[in-house]
T-cell receptor
Framework: DAGITQSPRHKVTETGTPVTLRCHQT?????MYWYRQDPGHGLRLIHY???????DKGEVSDGYSVSRSKTEDFLLTLESATSSQTSVYFC????????????FGPGTRLTVT | SQQGEEDPQALSIQEGENATMNCSYK?????LQWYRQNSGRGLVHLIL?????REKHSGRLRVTLDTSKKSSSLLITASRAADTASYFC???????????FGKGTKLTVNP
């Protein structure tokens, strides 16, 4: 988890409220990713970024938006949280898009009631 | 969509035994990676094997790749209780830009 922090680590919110999760890195890696992890599904990519202001969709992007205004920060926003977005969210970083390993943050457990 | 599928879903062994986990995938790949996840933690990269490699070692880990069968195996030798974790394979498909994870194998090593 060194070099990557996520905040908050735990959050409980109500259906319909906006939620923003933050990922912060100190490694100066170009690529950043948001995944969600659910039982029976493994990790699924939500969005990723390949540079400041450069982002693209992953496998399960509906209901999520992202922003990256600085190299070190990647924000994931749920505009109107739903119970199906209850999950553990992981941020990851990498030097290269697919040739090198990804380094993961400690995760954020989000519960939408 | 899931690219890699690990087998078995769960594995329980005694300390000192070897643990073997398998991963099958569907399309051509650039590389295949194995990750470990301890309970309540993020994933940790273990090893990467490229599509032109057949075997790779790292400490007590041995990974093989058979592109003709679209499968890989992870062998942990002389397992320890600290190896208890979930293990995931992840693949980068040819022509794709994304790493796709399998659902994982939950390994329990009993002391």
């Amino acid at each position: 988890d060194a070099g990557i922090t996520q905040s908050p680590r735990h959050k409980v919110t109500e259906t319909g409220t906006p939620v923003t999760l933050r990922c912060h890195q100190t490694e100066n890696h170009r690529y950043m990713y948001w995944y969600r992890q659910d039982p029976g599904h493994g990790l699924r990519l939500i969005h990723y970024s390949y540079g400041v202001k450069d982002t693209d969709k992953g496998e399960v992007s509906d209901g999520y938006s992202v922003s990256r205004s600085k190299t070190e920060d990647f924000l994931l926003t749920l505009e109107s949280a739903t119970s199906s977005q209850t999950s553990v969210y992981f941020c990851a970083i990498s030097e290269s898009l697919n040739s090198y390993e990804q380094y993961f943050g400690p995760g954020t457990r989000l519960t939408v009631t | 969509s899931q690219q890699g599928e690990e087998d078995p879903q769960a594995l329980s062994i005694q300390e000192g035994e070897n643990a073997t986990m398998n991963c099958s995938y569907k399309t051509s790949i650039n590389n295949l990676q194995w990750y470990r996840q301890n309970s309540g933690r993020g994933l940790v990269h273990l090893i990467l094997i490229r599509s032109n490699e057949r075997e790779k070692h790292s400490g007590r880990l041995r990974v093989t790749l058979d592109t003709s069968k679209k499968s890989s195996s992870l062998l942990i030798t002389a397992s320890r209780a600290a190896d208890t974790a979930s293990y995931f394979c992840a693949t980068v498909q040819g022509g794709s830009e994304k790493l796709v994870f399998g659902k994982g194998t939950k390994l329990t090593v009993n002391p």
